[in-house]
């Protein structure tokens, strides 16, 4: 466990932005999610680790409802993003999306430039009224991303000649340009190289200040590195919800224990 | 367990050997198939193209001969009115009469005569004068479009005309009417060799006439020999006999023509079914009709200019091998081209009309722009109709459509229209667009004007969606996910997602399935056939709702024209008709490599 930074660990004064209660969720007749219940909080970033297979991205998913896009998959349980049900029928996902961003572990810029991959959520929303106000939110969001600087000068190359973390980095600008309350991020880095994972890493430490963010991990140092609260997969079920410091020093579960120390993964 | 030396014997021995012989030469052998293969491929294309590029070559120049005209205003008029309605026709063939006088007596020669020149000359002529009425009362030259027959010959698809040696001195007996030329020398022995040689070539055919009788009679005398009654033996022999007399006359006709052509020397008669021959002396011409070593004896077709004796400089003969009963061009029609080829009115010009013309009787007159228009709007209706419904289906049925049994009902049946064929499409276009049907009571369709773009890029919409339908929809599976996975979390809805990310990634899949399809449909006749688009259009169609015809089906139509010169037309259209799928294959195949990785 090399260049472990361990960030603030007092989170109990934050709100909860996500709630979910007993979540299950089905592909046709298998059980991915079992009975799963889990706080996300405000300004916190949240991280999801276990060994593969274990469910997270596919709980991740639920959370902006991403699942509705697979026919055979079945959502049960509460999820209350600020109190009310993401899955309720007067909730648009389409609109859901907007406040719930996502960032793709295999880097996914569109085929067009810059500028219109970051301005492409705030125009379909609807979010700016002219050019102006676009160009605004798109300089705001590459900044906030910690790209501007490099990209400032080229907002209108294609998006996909940018290097792996470059991309990555669009990306979550890109998530960000609808101004989302949450952001889940799947494995963000797992493609990246060293170097461009710093870089990601150090912006998710800052975007914390502005959003929830989720970021699901196979690395448990990155896990302990980012993030304030950790929840431990396994199989389908959460075995362990607690602030990171804890999980990784003393935590609770046997299961637990077993993973962070190597056993198995 | 086997060891390791063991297993290095194994690879080793001469089992192994033996099986690595082999591998190579089956390998050698597939490749052996596959350039045998292709080179065949390569033959057929070869020859399939060759010939028609061959044919296509009497097609692309025309022949015109130049008259000198003088218009006074009494004959033409002065104003555009009076000039469109002179008669430019009768001008033209008096013209031709004054210039060959001794042509225009017989009736029948001046018929031959006119036709030397093609019926749309005179209004060539009449285009000409009302372009530039300052011609009225001037003398100009005007070079009028020779008739098909004329043209093919002056391309020599009729045999050409020979000169030979000659050396003698030939003395004319007169100067108009039936003349003999007697030469100083044996001048003509070689053209009676050839008289000869046909007169042999005209007994073969009457013996191999005879032996038909012959076999005639000879089943006839075996039916009698088996006849019942008697009265029926006695008709068959009767029969037999008939035919045996007629195997005699033959032979007997056959014999009096070996006889002749075996006498050396003599006088044979010129004809219709033996080579023509002319001789031109002191600037007049004169056709053969017998002919002897060193004499000819023949009727004055353009009169001579003196009696005088023409040392062998001075006068020529033309022979023509081809008889006048087998070819098209007539002696008299011979005699008029050549005459103003020596004089230099004849030219060849490249063929311009054939682009620029609609369809004519006239082969000289033909061309395809009509059709090629017809096709542009037929083929215009078609992607119309065609491109948007089967790109929307296709979005539909790939991103929209829940998966279960009608919609994979839907994509067997839409795989399988691909291959009905077209004939069928025209059936139904028929039923349902141009005629209508009756289903209850109640009419359907029948709402389009036949022979008409609309009607036939309808029919052909039918038939190209199939394939639109099934290369758009691989185009769209073709996109990756993650670029709809990353447009969904944006928050786009499936609708933008498909229109703003999925179709221009699949754009060019999609194109190039449509070229394709384009492509084929420029190249269906049956199913326009069908629907009337078969008829002889001579306007240039201005939209879809007039009668047109389309490439492919001017071709099958020229096709069955007699006429010779229609058959290098017919190919030379379908040489333009491969070049045009060749160009849209091309753009496929370019748009295609383009595009290949923008992502």
């Known amino acids: ?265 | 367990m086997v060891s390791s030396s063991d297993i290095s014997a194994i690879h080793g021995s001469a089992a192994a050997a033996d099986r690595l012989r082999r591998r190579r030469a089956a390998e050698w052998r597939l490749k052996a198939y596959g350039i045998a293969a292709l080179m065949l491929a390569g033959a057929a294309l070869v020859v399939l193209v060759g010939s028609t590029v061959l044919k296509a070559s009497l097609a692309v120049t025309e022949h015109y001969v130049e008259l000198g005209f003088e218009l006074s205003p009494e004959e033409v008029g002065t104003t555009p009115e009076e000039i469109r309605r002179a008669n430019f026709d009768g001008i033209v063939k008096e013209k031709l009469r004054t210039r060959f006088p001794s042509l225009s007596e017989d009736r029948g020669t001046r018929r031959e005569l006119y036709d030397v020149v093609s019926g749309g000359a005179s209004f060539e002529l009449r285009e000409r004068v009302l372009a530039e009425p300052s011609l009225v009362g001037t003398s100009f030259d005007f070079p009028l479009l020779a008739s098909d027959d004329v043209d093919l010959y002056l391309k020599g698809a009729y045999g050409t005309l020979r000169t030979a040696e000659r050396s003698g001195v030939l003395s004319p007996t007169g100067t108009t009417g039936e003349i003999r030329l007697l030469s100083t020398v044996d001048d003509f022995d070689s053209l009676l060799d050839e008289v000869k040689d046909t007169l042999l070539e005209e007994a073969d055919q009457l013996r191999r006439l005879a032996a038909r009788q012959e076999t005639g009679r000879a089943v006839r005398e075996e039916e009698a020999a088996a006849a019942e009654t008697e009265a029926e033996r006695e008709r068959l022999l009767a029969e037999a006999q008939a035919y045996a007399d007629q195997r005699d006359a033959y032979d007997r006709q056959a014999d009096a023509l070996e006889a002749r052509a075996a006498r050396p020397g003599g006088t044979e008669a010129l004809g219709p079914t033996t080579p023509s021959v002319f001789i031109r002396i002191n600037g007049g011409v004169v056709r053969a009709t017998e002919v002897s070593n060193a004499a000819i004896a023949g009727e004055v077709m353009i009169p001579l200019e003196s009696e005088a004796e023409a040392p062998p400089e001075d006068w020529t003969y033309w022979a023509m091998s081809t008889p006048e009963r087998s070819r098209r061009i007539s002696d008299v029609q011979i005699v008029v081209v050549e005459t103003l080829r020596e004089e230099g009115a004849v030219s060849a010009s490249f063929n311009w009309r054939f682009f620029t013309s609609a369809d004519s009787r006239e082969p000289e007159l033909a061309g395809i722009w009509g059709a090629a228009v017809g096709s542009f709007w037929t083929l215009l209706v078609t992607f119309c109709l065609a491109f948007p419904i089967g790109v929307l289906a296709a979005i539909y049925l790939e991103e929209f459509a829940p998966r279960n049994r009608l919609t994979d009902f839907i994509e067997v049946n839409i795989n399988n229209l691909a291959a009905v064929p077209s004939i069928v499409f025209g059936l139904l276009g028929l039923a349902i667009f141009v005629a209508g049907i009756e289903i209850a009571g109640v009419e359907i369709g029948g709402f389009m004007p036949r022979s008409a773009p609309i009607a036939g890029g309808a029919v052909l919409a039918l038939m190209t969606l199939p394939t639109i339908i099934i290369a758009s929809r691989a185009a769209i599976r073709a996109v990756p996910p993650s670029i709809r996975e990353a447009a969904l979390g944006v928050g786009a809805s499936k609708l933008q997602t498909s229109f703003h990310h999925v179709l221009p990634l699949a754009m060019p899949g999609i194109l190039t399935g449509t070229i394709i399809g384009m492509a084929q449909a420029l190249g269906e006749t049956a199913p326009l056939i069908m629907i009337g688009m078969v008829a002889f259009i001579v306007e240039i169609p201005g939209g879809i709702t007039d009668s047109a015809t389309v490439l492919p089906v001017q071709v099958y139509r020229w096709s069955d024209f007699p006429e010779r010169a229609f058959e290098a037309r017919t190919s030379l259209a379908i040489c333009v008709l491969l070049l045009f799928l060749v160009a849209m294959n091309a753009l496929a195949v370019f748009l295609r490599r383009r595009f290949e990785r923008r992502w």
């Open chain 1, 1 to 265: 466990m090399t260049n472990q930074r361990l960030t603030d660990a007092t989170v109990d004064s934050r709100e909860i932005k996500f709630e979910t209660r007993h979540v299950d969720v089905f592909y046709g007749d298998t059980q991915a999610i079992k009975d799963v219940s889990v706080d996300i909080l405000d300004n916190t970033v949240t991280a999801f680790i276990g060994p593969s297979g274990c469910g997270k991205s596919t709980f991740l998913r639920c959370l902006n409802r991403m699942n509705d896009t697979i026919d055979i998959c079945r959502v049960s349980g509460d999820l209350l993003l600020d109190g009310q049900d993401v899955y309720a029928k007067s909730v648009d996902p389409v609109q859901l999306r907007a406040r719930v961003g996502m960032v793709f572990q295999k880097p996914n810029p569109f085929p067009k430039s810059i500028y219109d991959n970051v301005a492409y959520g705030p125009r379909i929303h609807g979010l700016v009224g002219n050019k102006a106000d676009l160009d605004a939110v798109v300089e705001q969001s590459l900044r906030k991303a910690a790209i501007w600087n490099e990209v400032k000068d080229r907002l209108d190359q294609p998006g996909t000649g940018l290097s792996g973390g470059q991309q990555q980095r669009l990306c979550i600008a890109r998530a960000i340009a609808t101004a989302p309350e949450v952001l889940l991020m799947d494995e963000p880095c797992s493609a990246l190289d060293p170097i461009a994972t710093a870089q990601v890493e150090e912006l998710i430490d800052e975007l914390r200040e502005s959003y929830s963010v989720v970021i699901v991990t196979h690395s448990m140092q990155q896990a302990a590195r980012v993030s304030q609260k950790t929840a431990f997969f396994h199989l389908g079920t959460m075995v362990e919800y607690d602030d990171t410091t804890k999980i990784f020093t003393n935590p609770t579960d046997q299961r637990t224990q077993d993973y962070i120390t190597g056993r198995f993964g």
